[in-house]
């Protein structure tokens, strides 16, 4: 599989570059360029089939002009140690629960799997890295249990200060870890702007051989496509019509990968998610990006520290116009309709739903109308650990369950025990990047 920019498609790379240096010097985002048709590996899968099988074998069918199957299959291996959760809520809506991972979020997954390739990619080629990215803290500890048994890779973090957490003193760099926390004095926007003046230098990337963790790179976004296909082989013997997905937008990311997983030929019908105001209904009522009445050439480049996916959606768009308005279904929701829908999945289903979860529920039901077949059903994904929520659902339920172990420690503040960087302070981000020794060579 190849890869092109957003901004150019003759600008092209292959996996292991869109990973490595994921943000195309065009000011793009890198998406996939030819899409294999893997139905065979789809419908292959089924109940018994593990989550890092179906991601070996998928991984290896998209990616064999580069890997070979082996080592595709260890990409997966290392990555995923366990299972989403498929339940059964009725007898046409099913749940899919991403936040079984170490930090009780969905983004366990993607940065399991981008971590894994990379070490497997720079153990080919000899090779170092780092991952430089901007965070309020949540990703912090997603990247301390990916990192800990890499030996190639390095994750700078900048966040402001007091955010972090889930990080523990043996995953600091000075420690023996692979962790290089930075705290800024300043808000999340000042660690950000910290990031994108980096990445604006060419030479630094270059020098430093940087990448980022976040969705900007394909190799983090990829691996959610797999999601909708080990739901698919949970699915399949129990559904004989209409398959939708329903779930919060957030960045557009589980949407896109959705939207990827129909092009390799993944069975479903359609994805609901609650309005957004870049992604709602036209007066016609189909799906409207509304970001697209601005013309590519006339925007700034695309975030390494804080991106959207909106524009690999645009691209979708515009090369399947006519057939994907009818694959992308948003609702508007009001946080009346979240309540409602919190309260409705514990009092018929027992289950505890964080916001994101009760607006996607929410949304689903509002959109009943594309949903025609009777023996179709709806797969309800959700993203976080409901304790993560605790506010919302003790304001719906009275109630809240209890944080697991790993979900709390995922909480855990950190003490860094070094001085804040001030905002705008690039010549200490970059003395930093140089004491880690990983300049390219």
Known sequence: MKFYSTRNAENKAGFKKAVLDCM????????????????????????NTSFSSLAGSLTSAMVNDEFSPIICETIATRAFKKDPVFKQLDENLFMLELYNGDTGTFKDYGVSYLTAALETILQLDGEKAILLDATTGELGACMAKAMRDKKLLKSVLVSPKGSLRGIVESDFVWNGGNIYPIEVDGTIEDCRNLVRKIFSNRELVEKFHLTVANTANIGRLLPQAFFYTYAFSRLKKKVNGDIYYAFSAGNYGNLISGLYGWRFALPVNGFIVPSTPMLTQDASGNCMVTDSIVPLKERIAADPASPSNIERLEQVFNANSLMIRSFVFPATVSEQDMDEACKELFIKYKVYADGETSAAYAAAKKRADVIEDGDGAVVLVARQDPSIDEKFIMHNLGECPNKNVLVAQAFNPVNVGKSCLVPGDVESLVSILDSLNLTKK
């Open 24 to 47: 195309p010097s065009d000011g793009g985002l890198y998406v996939p360029y030819d899409m294999a048709d893997l139905r065979r590996w789809i419908l292959y899968a089924d109940e």
